[in-house]
């Protein structure tokens, strides 16, 4: 398989909540939500870097999608990354989080493989990361 991972999408209960939260709280562009005209449907974009979206459906459509069934959450599935260039930019970022709803469970802090790191919880229970590695150098 050729990684060619174009879209992130993840579960949320309430779409607006989420949109609220990611696109007035985190900033990231969207053009809001679409497909609402189509059952089950209804889903946010938000561009990421070149190539990459976020993506915000509900968990029920999610579900009805895949055909598969709709389960409690678990915020120990996964985690999505931000990197950054620096500890303060870690720090701007929490602090953003955190003024937006976030829940931080894991404040930034030194990590004992020489980087810089926090971690929080979107309103919808999805964990972020949010890092600083010096050995990845400059991140765009």
Same mark, same amino acid.
């Given at each position: 398989?050729?990684?060619?991972?174009?879209?992130?999408?993840?579960?949320?209960?309430?779409?607006?909540?989420?949109?609220?939260?990611?696109?007035?709280?985190?900033?990231?562009?969207?053009?809001?939500?679409?497909?609402?005209?189509?059952?089950?449907?209804?889903?946010?974009?938000?561009?990421?870097?070149?190539?990459? *979206?976020? @993506?915000?459906?509900?968990?029920? $459509?999610? +579900? =009805?999608? !895949?055909?598969?069934?709709?389960?409690?959450?678990?915020?120990?599935?996964?985690?999505?990354?931000?990197?950054?260039?620096?500890?303060?930019?870690?720090?701007?970022?929490?602090?953003?989080? *955190?003024? @937006?709803?976030?829940?931080?469970? $894991?404040? +930034? =802090?030194? !990590?004992?493989?020489?980087?810089?790191?926090?971690?929080?919880?979107?309103?919808?229970?999805?964990?972020?990361?949010?890092?600083?590695?010096?050995?990845?150098?400059?991140?765009?």
């Amino acid at each position: 398989m050729k990684p060619r991972i174009s879209v992130i999408t993840i579960g949320v209960d309430n779409l607006e909540r989420a949109l609220e939260f990611y696109r007035n709280g985190l900033g990231l562009p969207t053009e809001g939500i679409v497909g609402e005209e189509f059952d089950n449907g209804a889903v946010a974009f938000f561009d990421l870097q070149q190539g990459l *979206k976020l @993506a915000i459906w509900r968990r029920q $459509d999610i +579900a =009805h999608e !895949t055909k598969t069934m709709l389960c409690l959450p678990s915020p120990t599935e996964f985690t999505l990354g931000q990197n950054g260039n620096s500890k303060s930019e870690v720090d701007a970022v929490m602090a953003q989080a *955190k003024q @937006a709803g976030a829940l931080i469970t $894991d404040p +930034a =802090h030194d !990590t004992f493989w020489g980087g810089y790191s926090g971690h929080f919880q979107d309103p919808d229970g999805h964990l972020w990361e949010v890092v600083w590695n010096p050995a990845w150098g400059e991140v765009d």
